[in-house]
């Protein structure tokens, strides 16, 4: 249909009446922002999505006009305000959106690249020492499980070398003209006229370090001012807003005169819309706190999976190779059975299907009748924030489990590399040095330096065992160092130096997290309180408030007003609890701890004190 005359011409139409107002900037972000489409077809794509959005609306509005159905949505909200909303989403709202949306991704990348570029100089100050600078280049790219948004970036020179035959410096060039970060550009920059002139690339880069750990303090600083705007708006509009909302029906109630009862409806739809929305724009422009696992395969020796570089008649036994791959399965089953806890922490798989069980198990609980006797009113949302509470609580447990061990085995990764280093200085090999600190008292960490050792002694490759150090850790920040240590050994026998790169980046990326989880903790902690002033606001209204008019002929279905107050509390409160996740660590999982708190707190509050 897309490929139709008709359609082909109104395309053209939207192309030559958009690109001149929206063009060049939309074009400039759909670069930056690495999306697979040209500023032409994203911009007929969103005039098309507008249009059938803006048909929807038309079709549904005679619709309900012809046929005087309206799904009994009138009933809840003024069919005026209905309709002027539902325009303002369909059509400009859409629009905008679509709009606005590689704008948001290409800022998200800005920050991203700023954030790992210092990491990343670092990485190549050791490599470049012994490496040309397209390989130095080309290995960054390779490692986009460390560098994220920076590896993308460099990906474009290598295509660009590789596939399409052009020079370092004409790639580079390329780069400048794309990427979102100035930082990016005038380091590729700088770094190409290094390159043109013949000087040295090492001391180059060594002195942008430095600058690049000040600059990433800085974005730093732009991200949690950003998180500060967002976190005062849904203050204001998603927490605020419903307890004024809430004392205008009161009183409204009171007085007789009028009912604002589709508001009540209208809160459930517009809180968890609005924190949606939110939460989704500060998934796209602030880098989230990485505790995901990323592993590679380790290859002993030379040998690998099948396919892999050798000869003879074992590396085509491909019944050989089912075998170990078997055995692999087997030991692997085996390790999540013998590490439990490990395993459940690593995959939240396992986690999400322990609070499915455990909401199963309360759902049936419920259902035998039991909720009545423990909740004497409110007994069908008390049970809801139970379900809810049964689900979210294996999750933020196994989310809060891992968190505690990776901060334990990073903040223990600086004292390591110094030991490592000062036992290298007086002539210990790596090997031995790493024994010799298996046995310190370095938490979490010395557990598995132990296993290091131990396949050191069994014959492995210090360097392969660890790999497979960095792969159990799985963390970004402990593969840069362990990673870097890796390559630096198999490239030079002077450690020294990297061991200081190592441990000068890992102390600003320490330092870098801790800033940010101290300034962030005042936006949770004015959640905490905006939703425990909507608990005392609700305490007031039906207690003390109601209690003074008793004398009065006033008609007020106070036990409605408290149902309904529940029901917005446990909406409040679990949203309310995630954007606290999200503004801590742009994780929803983050904030289902927070979630548990508000709704107990509900439960408390709407079922036995008011």
Request: with cysteine; charged share 15%.
């Amino acid at each position: 249909m897309a490929d139709s005359p008709f359609f082909s011409r109104a395309g053209s139409w939207c192309e030559h009446l958009g690109m001149p107002v929206f063009g060049t900037q939309l074009g400039r972000d759909i670069f930056a922002a690495h999306l697979p489409v040209t500023p032409e077809k994203y911009l007929r794509e969103v005039f098309f999505n507008t249009a059938a959005s803006g048909a929807v609306f038309c079709g549904l509005y005679l619709f309900i006009t012809v046929t005087g159905y309206d799904f009994g949505l009138f009933s809840l909200i003024p069919p005026l305000l209905f309709w002027i909303l539902f325009f303002l989403s369909c059509v400009p709202g859409l629009f905008l959106v679509q709009i606005l949306y590689p704008t948001l991704v290409a800022r998200g990348r800005k920050t991203k690249i700023e954030l790992d570029l210092p990491y990343a100089v670092s990485y190549m100050q050791a490599l470049s020492t012994t490496m040309p600078p397209f390989a130095v280049i080309r290995r960054i790219y390779e490692d986009k499980a460390m560098f994220g948004e920076v590896s993308c970036e460099f990906g474009q020179i290598v295509r660009d070398v590789e596939l399409f035959g052009d020079d370092l410096i004409t790639a580079m060039h390329n780069l400048q003209q794309t990427t979102p970060s100035p930082l990016m550009r005038d380091f590729i920059n700088d770094m190409g006229m290094v390159f043109e002139s013949g000087g040295d690339v090492t001391a180059y880069l060594a002195s942008k370090t430095r600058y690049f750990h000040e600059q990433a303090r800085r974005e730093l600083d732009a991200v949690l001012k950003t998180i500060e705007i967002m976190a005062e708006v849904y203050v204001s509009a998603f927490v605020a807003g419903p307890i004024a909302l809430i004392i205008m029906i009161v009183a409204q109630g009171m007085t007789s005169k009028g009912t604002m009862d589709w508001l009540l409806p209208f809160m459930f739809v517009c809180i968890p819309a609005g924190a949606i929305i939110m939460i989704w724009i500060l998934s796209l422009m602030l880098p989230p706190e990485d505790l995901g696992i990323r592993r590679k395969e380790v290859v002993e020796f030379g040998f690998g999976p099948a396919g892999a570089a050798g000869a003879g008649t074992v590396l085509d036994d491909r019944e050989f190779y089912r075998n170990i791959e078997e055995k692999k399965k087997q030991f692997g089953i085996y390790e999540k059975l013998r590490h439990p806890l490990r395993t459940y922490m690593s995959d939240y798989l396992y986690s999400v299907i322990a609070g499915a069980l455990c909401a199963c198990v309360v759902a049936v609980f419920f259902m035998a009748g039991a909720g009545g006797s423990i909740f004497p009113a409110n007994t069908a949302e008390a049970e809801i924030c139970l379900l809810i509470i049964a689900f979210m609580a294996p999750v933020a447990l196994a989310f809060e489990g891992r968190r505690w061990y990776v901060s334990n085995i990073e903040n223990n990764i600086p004292e390591f590399l110094r030991e490592l280093a000062d036992m290298t200085d007086i002539g210990l090999t790596l090997p031995d040095a790493i024994q010799r600190i298996a046995t310190a008292k370095l938490g979490l960490l010395s557990s598995e330096l132990s296993f290091v050792s131990r396949d050191v002694g069994n014959g492995a490759y210090v360097n392969s065992a660890l790999v497979r150090m960095e792969n159990r850790i799985g963390v970004v920040s402990v593969k840069r160092a362990i990673s870097l240590l890796v390559k630096a050994s198999e490239i030079t026998s002077n450690l020294r130096e990297i061991f200081l790169i190592a441990i000068t980046d890992f102390e600003h990326y320490l330092k870098m997290k801790r800033e940010r989880a101290n300034t962030t903790i005042v936006y949770v902690m004015i959640i905490y309180l905006s939703f425990g002033i909507y608990l005392y606001t609700a305490f007031q209204l039906n207690g003390p408030f109601m209690s003074s008019f008793s004398t009065y002929n006033i008609n007020f279905n106070l036990a409605q007003n408290v149902t309904d107050m529940f029901r917005i509390g446990i909406v409040l409160g679990l949203f309310s609890g995630i954007m606290a996740g999200q503004f801590s660590s742009n994780s929803i999982l983050a904030g289902f701890k927070h979630s548990i708190v508000l709704l107990a707190a509900a439960v408390v509050m709407f079922v036995f004190v008011v």
